[in-house]
């Protein structure tokens, strides 16, 4: 393997290795369940044991940190319908959740287990796909140290909640049609190359790179609908890419080729793989008598015809009662944000707050917030404003697809806070962080500038984003004992709370 292809592994690698060591020292702590944990948790054993989601009893989080997993509610099998339990997300983010409760316990350790690891690799997904969109494995280093060191991605990567396995999709998704526009645009100039001008071009195959990413795509919808959001801006955006590939070898119709040639298999991968990822992840639903709605008896009383369309039709309802749930989610809660705060981090989510004993002072502190890395974020957003200035001034694709991701994961909420006021929180934006991160990096680049450029100006420029880079490493330290429930000293906590009004 060259050198230079070796490093744009082992470079990666590291950084995902200090990443998930971040991810996974004391991943137990605390010995409690946190905040949502209280749903996903439970559900994810449930799945395991009844392949639906059942009802709990009252005090099952106790019995769970005491060490008893008899959490359920019992009912005689002819009302075994009454223990099913209205849920209303998809089960794919459960299902995962639940290998890690399999492999080491139902404990905190193993219900958070699964989460780390996704969160670990996400960081290499997003090193590798920042190197391929910049050709710099130094500029890939940096965007996956950025999303190590990242505060909210940390605290969600050792949570049981879904978050992370949406945002771990999402991005999966994305680095794959990277992978696709550059295979697609080859193919095209190979065919350039060898074969006279034409109106429309060639087909370009099957594009598996494309196919994964529906799948990836797809998965993120079976963990949240909010993946939809993303879904359809990603097919969109790999549409787009076609118009403009066959534009750039000079074909004389590359809209109608892309059309005619690409349309089809994209309709596949980008509306068809998504479709089936989504209804297989619900087959523990189908396959069972216990899931809400179900309607097994009537499902199972008239042959396999019957029993195919009475359950999509059962399933279909459930889908129309939890889209009702959701257009009407106006609960008032504490830590509630509304989605243009969430880039200025003024309103985070205090997963977890205890005053135990130990620290050496009068009153302790030991805390779970669900934070960004100041510095990070603020630096985003000003990654961000350059981002537009940039594809306005040479509509460079990487600066449209960059803002195109950031934009599909936060715009659509606002739609929800003006006409539903619905309750929402900062952690819904984690979908947008790998995206502001590489906003970072592609900015990054721009400072420190081309090859070719005067090493006067690469100096300076690479002083100023290795700076950054200490200065994020700082922030992220400084706030780590608040992000991974350290026990400290009470002043110590509320000197890291940057907005006291909104921190606290």
Known sequence: MPGGALWGWLG?????????????????????????????AKDAWSLVNFGAERNMLEDANKR?????????????????????????????????????EQLFGMTPFGWRFVGALVGSLSILILARVARRMTR?????????????????????????????????????GFACLVVDRDRARGRLVDWYESSPLGDQ?????????????????????????????????????????????????????????????????????????????????????????????????????????????DSLRSWLNYHFQVLSFHTGLATPHGYQSDPWSWPLLLRPVAFFYESPKGCGADTCSQAVLGVGTPVIW??????????????????????GAVLLAYVAGWLPWFYWAITDHRTMFIFYAITMVPFMILALTLAAGLVIGPV???????????????????????????LYPVLTAETIPYAEWNARMLFKKGWI
């Open 452 to 478: 070719d450029a005067p090493s006067s100006r690469r100096i300076v420029g690479a002083s100023i984003v290795g700076g950054f880079a200490v200065l994020a490493i700082i922030n992220f330290w400084w």
């Open 64 to 100: 769970l940190i005491d060490g008893n997993s008899d959490i359920w509610q019992h009912c005689a099998p002819s009302e075994i319908d009454k223990c099913a339990s209205y849920v209303v997300h998809p089960p794919l983010g459960k299902w995962m959740i639940s290998i890690g």
């Open 201 to 309: 071009g060639p087909w370009l195959g099957l594009r598996p790179w494309r196919i994964a990413a529906g799948l990836c795509l797809g998965a993120a919808c079976a963990v949240k609908w909010s993946g939809m959001f993303y879904l359809i801006a990603f097919a969109l955006l790999s549409l787009f890419w076609d118009f403009g590939a066959r534009r750039a070898v000079g074909l004389r119709r590359p809209y109608s080729g892309a059309f005619v040639k690409d349309l089809p298999t994209a309709l596949g991968a980008m509306a068809l793989a998504p479709a089936l990822t989504y209804l297989v992840s619900w087959t523990g639903w189908f396959v069972t008598a216990t899931g809400w709605g179900r309607n097994w008896a009537q499902a199972t009383s008239q042959g396999p015809a019957f029993f195919v369309f």
């Open 136 to 172: 710099s494995t130094l500029l890939g280093c940096l965007a996956g140290l950025l999303l190590s060191v990242e505060g909210l991605h940390l605290v969600l990567s050792r949570t049981a909640l879904l978050d992370i396995y949406l945002m771990f999709f999402v991005l999966a």
């Open 378 to 399: 603020y630096g985003g957003l000003v990654a961000l404003i350059a981002m537009i200035a940039w594809y306005v001034a040479t509509r460079d694709w990487r600066a």
């Open 12 to 40: 990666p690698l590291l950084v995902t290795a200090f990443g998930a060591i971040l991810r996974f020292v004391n991943l137990g702590r605390p010995n409690a369940v946190m905040f949502d944990e209280t749903y996903y």
